[in-house]
């Protein structure tokens, strides 16, 4: 019941543990999460703009060439790339492997390592070779 | 004959309620994997074709987003991934929102927000597919 006043003890909340690398890694899941709900407005954002026509789609290559467009696809492409690999980490454990204490450490640091690395290695392939955002 | 022998840890009153099983607890889980796993190799063809685009002019983009398999690709993503975010966001307002009205608006603006999402992109998607 919702509405009942109880005097029960609680399970203890997030202050009382020591932080762990698992357990940031799953807040920041869910947070990146959040972030890509609300940035699908921005995919929609240049869909839109490119079937509108060249005026549209103008706005939308001026905006993402200032420093704040570019904070937020650079943050969008590292939350896209960490969700996503932290999702694949939960698929692994789904599965019913990867939770020893080695494997879960191994795993969520390879998660983070590898979302940071991608993020930087697409960055520099868009800058170096693709000629960046124009 | 009434037959009043108990066949189920429900109690009446909860039956009449309509609470307790549904017959429909694994189906969320299990369209939030379904639509993960899908999401991985799309997410993968949806960031070459935005990092192909990059720098191109807009009659480029438009010719490039346009093509069928691109298109299809983008389309595929579109209602993947925005199912995805519809089933999570509904945990997240599941596990914050406790008051009953505010969690029933909050769970309906997520239905609209997503269908809008998708119908938004989708409808540019095949604009510029058809040239319209």
């Known amino acids: ?134 | 004959m009434t037959d009043h022998t108990p066949r189920s840890l429900r109690t009446p009153l909860g039956r009449v309620r309509h609470l307790g099983s549904a017959r429909s607890g694994t189906r969320h889980f299990w369209h939030q994997r379904l639509t993960s796993v899908a999401n991985v190799p799309l997410t993968v063809a949806v960031i070459v074709i935005v990092m192909a685009l990059l720098g191109r002019n807009h009659a480029a983009v438009v010719q490039i987003l346009g093509s069928t398999f691109v298109a299809v690709t983008m389309l595929l993503f579109v209602v993947t991934s925005v199912y995805h975010m519809w089933l999570g966001m509904q945990v997240i307002i599941e596990d914050y929102v406790h008051d009953e009205l505010r969690k029933l608006v909050a769970l309906m603006a997520n239905t609209f927000f997503s269908c809008a999402v998708a119908l938004a992109a989708a409808f540019a998607i095949l604009k510029l597919s058809f040239g319209l």
């Open chain 1, 1 to 134: 019941m919702a509405e009942a006043k109880t005097s029960r003890p609680l399970s203890p909340h997030l202050q009382i543990y020591r932080p762990m690398l698992t357990m940031m890694m799953s807040i920041v899941h869910r947070i990146t999460g959040g972030a890509l709900y609300f940035g699908t407005l921005l995919l929609v954002w240049w869909l839109i703009a490119a079937a509108a026509g060249p005026n549209a789609y103008a706005s939308v290559q001026w905006f993402m060439e200032t420093l704040l467009g570019r904070l937020i696809l650079f943050g969008y492409t590292w939350a896209l790339i960490h969700h996503m690999l932290g999702g694949i980490r939960h698929l692994i454990w789904d599965m019913g492997y990867g939770f020893g204490p080695a494997e879960r450490e191994w795993l969520t640091v390879a998660t983070l390592v590898g979302s940071v690395g991608f993020t930087i290695l697409l960055w520099l392939v868009g800058y170096l070779i693709m000629g960046g955002i124009r």
